[in-house]
Nanobody, 124 residues
């Protein structure tokens, strides 16, 4: 069992920055894939950025490439999402997720564990 707790969401203006954190507890094995997803009202949940705990290049959605950075500290069981140059279209609930044997890192259904979410609101 894995528990995930997100923090860091807030309201910012266009162009601002935020850093989201996800604290993981439980059995977070090295073959887990960790990710950030977001869901805006009336829209489907979409992948933002994902990374395997074992390392390797992260997967970054085209809509946030160059603005968002995903990172992890395995020793602390922490996952981060640095968000720069925020836009109103980034407004959403952001979720941390973990999954075992994830074949498609951008597919939400492949992730077993989810946090409760943290709200990010970007005003113009």
């Amino acid at each position: 069992q894995v528990q995930l707790v997100e923090s860091g969401g807030s309201s910012v203006q266009t162009g601002g920055s935020l850093r989201l954190s996800c604290a993981a507890s439980g059995y977070t094995y090295t073959y887990y894939c960790m990710g950030w997803f977001r869901q805006a009202p009336g829209k489907e949940r979409e992948a933002v950025a994902t990374i395997y705990r074992s390392g390797g290049n992260p997967y970054i959605a085209a809509s946030v490439k160059g603005r968002f950075t995903i990172s992890q500290d395995n020793a602390k069981n922490m996952l981060y999402l640095q968000m720069n140059s925020l836009k109103p279209e980034d407004t959403a609930m952001y979720y941390c997720a973990a999954g075992r044997y994830v074949a498609d890192p951008f597919q939400p259904t492949e992730y077993t564990y989810w946090g409760q979410g943290t709200q990010v609101t970007v005003s113009s």
